[in-house]
C-alpha cells in the first residue's frame, strides 16, 4: 500500500536537544527544520505540537538510536517513549527508524559546507533528523 501523500517529520530526539526535519511522502525531498531546545518537557511538547499544527503531517519519523552492534541502550528506550507518546497524543502513524551513526554523518556534513564548531553544534540534530527521515523516504516505507 502506497504512503499517503503529505508532509512527514522526522525527530532525533534527545533529552536536551531534538532535531526535527521536514519531508513530503511520495517524493522523497527533506530538509531540517529546526532544533527544539528541550528547557523542560512541558516545552518540548510545546514545540512540537506548534509543529504539527504548522505542517499538519500524515506521518511522524523518530530515529532509533542503538549502539554500533544494533543493540539497545537507555537512549533507545527514551526514544520508545517518545515514539510511543508522539502516537498517543497525536494519534498519528509514527514509525521508528534506525539511526546509526547519523549525527556523525550530519556533523561531517556541516563541516563540509563550511559551518563552525557552534553552528554545527546548533544545526547537527535538526540535519540528523533529516538524514533519519533521508533514510526513511529512501526506502519506500508504506
Known amino acids: 500500500m502506497p504512503e499517503t501523500p503529505g508532509a512527514v517529520l522526522a525527530f532525533d530526539f534527545g533529552l536536551k536537544y531534538t532535531g526535527v526535519a521536514v519531508g513530503v511522502a511520495g517524493n522523497g525531498i527533506c530538509r531540517p527544520l529546526e532544533t527544539i531546545r528541550c528547557t523542560t518537557r512541558a516545552a518540548r511538547w510545546q514545540a512540537v505540537e506548534r509543529l504539527l499544527k504548522e505542517w499538519a503531517p500524515v506521518r511522524l519519523v523518530v530515529g532509533l538510536p542503538l549502539d554500533a552492534s544494533g543493540s539497545e541502550q537507555v537512549s ?6 517518545f515514539a510511543a507518546e508522539l502516537t498517543t497524543r497525536y494519534g498519528l502513524p509514527t514509525t521508528l527508524v534506525d539511526e546509526r551513526f547519523t549525527s556523525l ?13 557552534q553552528q554545527r553544534a546548533e544545526a ?14 529512501s526506502a519506500g516505507h508504506p
Request: with cysteine.
Open 124 to 137: 547537527e540534530h535538526a540535519e540528523a533528523a533529516a538524514l533519519i527521515l533521508k533514510s526513511y523516504l
Open 76 to 81: 533507545t528506550r527514551q526514544c520508545r517513549n
Open 105 to 117: 554523518e550530519a556533523d561531517a556534513l556541516l563541516r563540509e559546507r563550511g559551518y563552525s564548531r
